[in-house]
């Protein structure tokens, strides 16, 4: 499971190496390739020398333990990393985890190494048009209620989901098994205009009571810890209860202060509307347009996210003796188009010398 984590972070960091190169010495060519180059200059502010002729394996240097997993970070410092702009991020997952609801300052792709669950995205500007109903006994009778939001999306091992920054998202595992994900976000893309530092935002718990463990260089990351990293931490509980209409224990619990369970939790009743196996098939099989006429409701808030990598018959390169090599790009899921991202998986079958 290690290796294959590791090998799609190194093939996503020659890709991003590679396609930035090719925009920086296009910017003379035609007039069209002039907002890419500013695009790429900020990718490149603050860079080393790149060496893509020495890449080379790199494992988590920062852990944080939560209540139902745990969370990996790849040292963001590392020349190869810097090079690319972009930082990595494991997260594992146990069996009715919830990896807390947050949103990202840089567009990722998300890669599921191993189990199935599912994957909630708030997408701003965009109409909540799943309702859910629950049923409380209270006082011997039955309280309903009713819980609005956006389409939830199921994955499995081998997909990649490619989320646009600012997109508010929570996972959850509602497998048999770990989740385990490897997340590679896109610090150098313009939409983190700040600087080349990946920085989350929760909006529930407190992230930061997750215990730190430092595999190689101590104190590495360590703003990752001993912060409060949930936005609503710095509001007065009368403003939240206001503002979203809920009583003060309510607004109390928002903050999460005497949270100490960290970014992923245990949640056993998580009942949520799935969309039906055969309809997501479908809509996967027929594909969501891109270039639609009407506007934002058809590009954005219907937008295709997933994509899967490990079917075989999906392969671009193929052989038999050697293994298959599967590529992502913007024809094959679109959102890639508007992220400037692009993935790629080799599958290495297992020679036996002796067959030779």
Not at 147 to 175: E, I, S
Not at 219 to 239: H, P, T, V
């Amino acid at each position: 499971m290690a290796l294959r984590s590791f090998f799609f972070v190194a093939t996503a960091l020659l890709l991003l190496i590679h396609g930035g190169s090719a925009l920086f010495f296009g910017e003379q060519q035609e007039p069209m390739w002039q907002s890419l180059h500013q695009q790429q200059q900020h990718r490149l502010r603050a860079r080393t020398d790149c060496r893509v002729d020495r890449l080379t394996a790199q494992e988590p240097t920062i852990r944080l333990d939560s209540e139902a997993g745990r969370t990996e970070f790849w040292d963001r410092n590392n020349q190869q990393f810097q090079c690319a702009g972009v930082s990595a991020v494991r997260n594992t997952i146990e069996r009715r985890g919830l990896l807390l609801p947050h949103y990202n300052n840089a567009p990722q792709l998300l890669y599921v190494v191993r189990g199935r669950g599912v994957l909630g995205v708030v997408i701003p500007g965009c109409a909540e048009t799943f309702e859910t109903e629950t049923q409380q006994a209270q006082s011997d009778r039955r309280r309903r209620f009713s819980d609005r939001h956006q389409k939830v999306r199921q994955f499995k091992q081998g997909d990649v989901l490619a989320l646009p920054a600012g997109f508010t998202l929570w996972l959850y595992n509602n497998g048999d098994e770990q989740l385990v994900t490897v997340a590679l976000l896109d610090t150098g893309n313009e939409a983190n205009q700040l600087d080349q530092t990946f920085r989350n935002f929760f909006l529930a718990g407190t992230p930061q009571y997750g215990q730190q463990t430092s595999f190689r260089r101590e104190g590495a990351e360590e703003e990752q810890a001993g912060r409060k990293n949930n936005i609503f931490y710095g509001f007065e509980d009368e403003l939240l209860a206001e503002v979203f209409d809920v009583d003060r224990e309510t607004a109390a619990k928002l903050k999460g202060q005497d949270d100490r369970r960290g970014q992923i939790v245990r949640a056993e009743k998580f009942n949520i509307v799935l969309p039906e196996a055969e309809e997501e098939e479908e809509r996967r099989e027929r594909g969501a347009p891109w270039s639609a006429a009407n506007g934002l409701e058809e590009t954005i808030c219907s937008a295709k996210l997933r994509e899967n990598l490990d079917e075989p018959s999906r392969a671009d390169v193929y052989n038999p003796r050697g293994g298959r090599i599967s590529s992502l790009n913007s024809q094959k899921l679109p959102i890639l188009s508007w992220l400037r991202l692009s993935a790629e998986k080799g599958t290495l079958y297992r020679v036996k010398t002796h067959n030779l």
